[in-house]
């Protein structure tokens, strides 16, 4: 399977677990959940097609860990960066920032991202604060479903975990055309020529 382009930043309450489900203990770490319909299926789609992906999520890592595996879908993510390491919550940068990093990619490389959560003012305006493709997956009822300003606009909207992977291979596609034509013959050629020393 080709890696895709695109990576793929995923939240986890109300976009792959269905928060109404959660039971916890009594330090706050989420014993066991039930996906959104579709979530996990989802999840492992995106794994087969290529994707890289990433868990972004406000929370415990024991909570993750649980939820993920008893789901069969803990080892699908390269790398799960949770708000208790990183003492910050989403939409702080340094959520996004600690993401990029633990894929081996910069700040420069956003453009090659997506995040994909439930919450408006904390997935969506995190992302979009860093130049990462933002999609908001507005099943639950439980958070607004409108921006309550401009910065919160998602950029793109889906419905249901389902219609995540096709919205992704389109925008792949585009990406993946707009970066050949970028970077073809003509940048190799150029940079072979900056190497060659000066006569
Ligand atoms: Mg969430």
Redesign the pocket.
């Known amino acids: 399977m080709t890696e895709k382009t695109l990576i793929v930043l995923l939240?986890?309450?109300?976009?792959i677990i269905d928060?109404g489900t959660e039971i916890r203990d009594d330090h706050d770490v989420v014993l066991s959940g039930d996906t959104l319909p579709g979530a996990a299926d989802m999840v492992k789609s995106l794994a087969s097609a290529g994707y890289r992906v990433a868990l972004v999520?406000?929370g415990r890592f024991a909570s993750f860990e649980n939820l993920l595996s008893q789901h069969g879908i803990l080892d699908l993510f390269e790398t799960m960066i949770c708000s208790e390491q990183i003492r910050a919550s989403k939409p702080s940068p340094r959520m996004f920032k600690a993401a990029l990093g633990a894929l081996d990619l910069s700040p420069e490389d956003a453009w090659r991202c997506v995040m994909v959560?439930?919450?408006l003012s904390?997935?969506i305006l995190g992302a979009n604060q860093l130049g990462i493709t933002s999609i908001h997956l507005a099943w639950t009822e439980r958070?607004p479903r409108t921006p309550s300003r401009l910065e919160e606009t998602p950029d793109h909207t889906i419905m249901l975990p389902e219609q995540l992977l096709p919205l992704l291979e389109e925008l792949n596609r585009n990406l993946e055309y707009g970066t050949s034509r970028i970077t073809g013959d003509s940048v190799s050629a150029l940079s072979d020529a900056v190497s060659e020393p000066v006569q």
Not at 11 to 15: L, P, Q, R, V
Request: net charge negative; charged share 45%.
């Open positions: 939240d986890s309450g109300d976009t928060e999520a406000d959560g439930n919450n904390r997935d958070y």
